[in-house]
């Protein structure tokens, strides 16, 4: 696609990781492989039969993505998590706290 630049794989990364640009805003993606020969476009990574047949490092990164939405299921507003969730990042990124996957 013409609006992805700067495509990279992050191979030292804990799990199976890509970072590039779409339409100039920064992404770093996290991928796993799952044990399905046709993925459908509606798979639902909550349901434990997706995890069958799939080796650690991808568990791993399913899990991140499935933690992730079991805590945005238990907040009473996302909205308001995200915007907290997004200064709290700034904040330690500027006083060198966090770490993010392209630094791993």
Known sequence: MEEV?????????HFPAMKFKL???SINLLYAN??????PSDLDIS??????GV??????SLSECRVADQILDLVPNIENFR????CV?????????CVNVSQV
């Open 55 to 60: 080796d650690e490092v991808n568990l791993l």
């Open 23 to 25: 339409h100039g805003i």
């Open 34 to 39: 799952v044990s399905l020969a046709v993925v």
């Open 47 to 52: 349901q434990n039969s997706v995890l069958y």
């Open 5 to 13: 630049s700067e495509l990279q794989p992050l191979p030292d990364a």
């Open 83 to 86: 915007t907290t969730l997004r």
């Open 89 to 97: 990042k700034y904040w330690a990124k500027r006083r060198g706290v």
